[in-house]
């Protein structure tokens, strides 16, 4: 990257990608060939910067310039101000909405401030097409280092003292599944990287796959080394089309660079890595059936134990880890073990992505050191609550995780206190809700999911859930009984201890933790058959303030079946049981006289 | 495979008998050239259906009694992994395919309301297609595009910060 006075980054990133950032990318180059700068400035379209928010996203290097929001008839303008006059277009730029004064650059951006980047250190700076560019910033430095420094054991050593724990949701100590892998005596291992994000409303592991392929190929490399593997396996969604292009150009590249393949380094170690396809099974994401899908097979998990580190794919000892975990690894290598185990909390070392989504002002990709308040997260970081509105709770962990309220904003995030909070850290999503959205409806929307996803193998998961989510449904329909809430909590407890597998003894959590901490809303949807979110259409009641009403007709005009009556320029009325709650009078309403209840 | 008592069109799993058709030899020759590129490896028998779904936009039945025998493997099998995973389908997609997403972060930005005026609009439920076979109507769970919640997509195009009122706009750039 030396040869050029300025780097032009543009996030090609999923987010930005749907909103044309390859055709700013075709544009800047236009614009610096027409002005005949191509010889100064290089544009490169890197990985995701995370804050999708206000994508597609331009950085220019090396000021740190920060534009936002960019469209490709943008491009022309950049090229002229920025690159030619060096003066910067202030329009483009991030503008903080409770400072209103625009951020020069990225370091000054809240956003960023209190992110620690490690697995997503490469995500937005290189050009993920290209091998010389992780090379150029230490990429493959550690896996030379642990090959020409390091025996097996002494390299899993330091895995062990970095403190690193699986990211994909367990949190199990990353540096002891190695080793278990390492002690078994068998003809082929593999090496698996769990790319089959399922969780809905989270996108790390797509975003390092995007944005940073080569530091999952170097740590799966590593790894290999380290338990006696040849083999390498990335189980990825066929839903992430760029994240498996990206994959197949970067195993093309180490290949070549003899990164893969016999011989690595002249160290005498061969490997080589495959792609497999997920094709749409959130299930798979557990370790047992994702082996299964990988030997072409239905993804239904198998009992533990054996763990796969006995007997996985083929039978044969295979350990997997999810991408995010992969991706701390060269750096642990690199920067030492000390290092990492420095950042972070007690039982929880270095970092871990989030997925920032829902109500939230800045949607985006977030990395912080564990032990971050929620509150930092959600106000400092994602820039508090869309349209002012009020928090109400944030769902972290996905179909597996809880709902956390207000009275947890302060606590320390890492995997041991999420799990003491009725969550859990699951792979990283953080959904974040306002006081519009209804509690239970969440908890339905949730076990709906699990009931979809469900393999239908053990009869807890398959016929259990499916009562859990019949009895929501009847709760948010206004039929709830008195009962149900405890019935709801029974049902929960025996899932929670008899399902097979990791996601039918967690999917009742989103129930129990909703329960916990929103327990009035449930009585309110039970007893008073209303919604306080006023979310659910069955209980939503819709009436007209006379004092308000100016009698024009036009509701009624609307009202496909016919349940508002009042006579021209009286004040009308709604009639409850004709109503069947669609919503159109008051949209139609111009004089704000329609409420609903 | 069940029968039901509807004699004009008895059906199996929903797809009409009259609808199902003898491969052509050429349709033939494509599967058994998908099937060897895999090495008839039973292994394999997800790649294989990604590809074969890749070259026919869906997998009857016919094709996957076509499969079954290339790899000698049961039908049932292939049945059994056909219907387990949601990424193959044992319908025809439209020609501009639609799926909403229905992740959290697009549920709390509102994309049941989405599916409500696609519906509408289409005169279609999920999972079905138009008359002229122009769309079809599927849900997924979350493309990773949450920041531009809630989205659809249309064929490859992602379609952002989508308002239930400018569907009508946004099915005539489909035309």
């Not at chain 1, 994702?290 to 009992?303: A, D, K, N």
């Not at chain 1, 306080?532 to 069955?538: L, V, Y």
């Not at chain 2, 509807?6 to 020759?29: F, M, N, S, W, Y």
């Not at chain 2, 936009?57 to 094709?63: R, V």
Request: charged share 25%; proline share 5%.
């Amino acid at each position: 990257m030396s040869t050029f006075k300025m780097h032009l980054l543009v996030c090609g990133g999923t987010g930005c990608r749907a909103s044309q950032s390859a055709m700013i990318v075709e544009r800047l180059r236009e614009a610096l060939a027409a002005s005949g700068l191509s010889g100064d400035a290089q544009v490169v379209a890197t990985g995701c910067f995370g804050f999708c928010e206000q994508g597609p996203i331009v950085k220019v290097m090396p000021d740190n310039t920060f534009y936002t929001n960019v469209t490709p008839d943008d491009a022309a303008i950049i090229v002229a101000e920025h690159v030619l006059k060096g003066r910067k277009v202030e329009r483009l730029l991030y503008t903080d909405p409770q400072h209103k004064t625009p951020a020069s650059d990225s370091k000054h951006m809240g956003f960023y401030r209190k992110q620690i980047r490690i697995a997503l250190r490469n995500c937005g700076f290189i050009d993920p097409e290209n091998i010389d560019e992780y090379i150029a910033r230490d990429g493959y430095a550690a896996l030379g280092k642990v090959l020409s420094e390091y025996t097996p054991q002494e390299a899993i050593e330091v895995v062990k003292r970095s403190g690193l724990r699986g990211r994909g949701g367990g949190g199990f100590p990353t540096g002891t599944k190695w080793d278990i892998a390492r002690t078994r005596r068998s003809d082929q291992k593999y090496v698996v990287c769990n790319a089959d994000e399922g969780d809905p409303g989270a996108f790390m592991d797509r975003s390092i796959l995007e944005g940073d392929p080569h530091s999952i190929l170097e740590a799966m490399l590593i790894c290999g080394y380290c338990i006696g593997a040849t083999k390498g396996l990335v189980y990825i969604r066929a839903e992430y089309p760029l994240a498996i292009h990206r994959l197949q150009v970067a195993i093309t590249q180490a290949r070549e660079y003899g990164l893969l393949g016999a011989d690595i380094m002249g160290a005498g170690f061969d490997f080589d890595i495959e792609l497999r396809y997920g094709a749409g099974a959130f299930v798979c994401g557990e370790e047992t059936a994702l082996i299964r899908s990988m030997e072409g097979r239905r993804g239904e998990p198998t009992v533990k134990p054996p763990f796969p580190a006995e007997s996985g794919y083929r039978g044969r000892p295979t350990n997997v880890n999810n991408v995010e975990t992969l991706a701390n690894i060269p750096v642990i290598f690199l920067k030492g073990p000390e290092w990492f185990a420095g950042i972070g909390s007690t039982g929880s070392k270095g970092t871990k992505v989030f997925a920032l989504a829902g109500k939230i002002n800045n949607v985006g990709l977030i990395e912080v050191p564990m032990g971050i308040t929620l509150r930092e997260v959600i106000f400092e970081i994602g820039g508090g609550i869309k349209d002012g509105k009020r928090f109400k709770a944030v769902q972290t962990g996905g179909p597996s995780g809880g709902c956390l309220t207000e009275k947890h904003l302060d606590t320390p995030i890492d995997f041991d206190n999420l799990l003491a909070a009725g969550s859990m850290m699951g792979s990283g999503g953080m959904i974040v809700m306002d006081e519009d959205d209804c509690m239970v409806s969440i908890a339905k929307f949730y076990l709906e999911f699990t009931v979809d996803e469900s393999c239908g193998k053990c009869a807890p998961c398959r016929i259990g859930n499916k009562r859990l989510y019949e009895l929501l449904r009847k709760i948010t329909l206004g039929h709830g009984e008195a009962d149900d809430m405890d019935c709801l909590r029974n049902l929960s407890a025996v899932i929670k201890d008899t399902a097979l597998c990791g996601l039918g003894q967690t999917s009742p959590n989103p129930v129990l933790s909703t329960l916990d901490n929103f327990r009035s809303e449930y009585e309110a949807h039970i007893f008073d058959r209303k919604c306080p979110a006023g979310q659910c259409k069955a209980l939503k009641h819709y009436f007209i303030l006379p004092e308000k009403c100016t009698g024009c007709t036009a509701c009624a005009r609307n009202c496909s079946v016919n349940a508002i009556v009042g006579e021209r320029r009286q004040a009308h009325s709604i009639i409850q049981n004709k109503c069947i709650r669609c919503g159109a009078c008051l949209e139609k309403c111009k004089f704000d006289a329609i409420r609903v209840g | 495979m069940n029968t039901t008592d509807h004699d004009e069109h008895p059906t199996v799993d929903g797809i009409p008998e009259r609808e199902r058709a003898e491969l052509k030899d050429c349709q033939i020759q494509t599967i058994k050239n998908i099937c060897h590129s895999f090495r008839h490896d039973e292994g394999e028998l997800i790649n294989i259906l990604h590809k074969t779904q890749e070259s026919f936009g869906y997998l009857p039945p016919e094709i996957q009694e076509c499969i079954a025998r290339e790899l000698r493997i049961p039908v049932a099998k292939v049945y059994g992994v056909v219907t387990f995973y949601t990424f193959f389908s044992m319908q025809p997609k439209g020609k501009y395919p639609i799926s909403i997403c229905l992740g959290t972060a697009c549920y709390v930005r509102g994309s049941e309301k989405i599916v409500e005026a696609l519906k509408n609009e289409l005169g279609i439920d999920i999972g079905g297609i138009t008359p002229d076979g122009k769309f079809s109507l599927d849900c997924l769970r979350c493309v990773g595009a949450c920041g531009l919640a809630p989205v659809m997509l249309i064929g490859d195009r992602v379609h952002g910060r989508v308002d239930p009122l400018q569907i009508k706009d946004i099915l005539t750039l489909y035309t």
